[in-house]
Nanobody
């Protein structure tokens, strides 16, 4: 069973930085892509970034390019999202997700495994 746990959320002023981590404490065999999504109340969950394990292909949403950096550790057990130059519009609950398809899909439905989410609040 895949078990994803996010950490690192919190409150930060605009222009500041936060680092989110997603750890898989369960089975990792078969996991090919890990992504980050975010959601604010009343809106659909939106894609932020994703990484494919084997070839380390990384995809970003246009609004976070140049500000967010996705990486993984060598043991492939943790994926981190470094968020710099944060803006108030980055405020959301951030979710880690994983799939066995090997696609950095922007669609939440492509990811069967999800963490519980971590709140990121950026004050202006």
């Amino acid at each position: 069973q895949v078990r994803l746990v996010e950490s690192g959320g919190g409150l930060v002023q605009a222009g500041g930085s936060l680092r989110l981590s997603c750890a898989n404490s369960g089975r990792s065999v078969g996991i090919l892509s890990v992504g980050w999504f975010r959601q604010v109340p009343g809106k659909e969950r939106e894609f932020v970034a994703a990484i494919r394990w084997d070839v380390q292909t990384i995809s970003y949403q246009d609004s976070v390019k140049g500000r967010f950096t996705l990486s993984r550790d060598a043991a492939k057990t943790t994926v981190s999202l470094q968020m710099n130059s944060l803006k108030s519009e980055d405020t959301a609950v951030y979710y880690c997700a994983a799939n066995i398809l090997g696609t950095n899909s922007v669609a939440p439905g492509a990811y069967p495994y999800w963490g519980q989410g971590t709140q990121v609040t950026v004050s202006s």
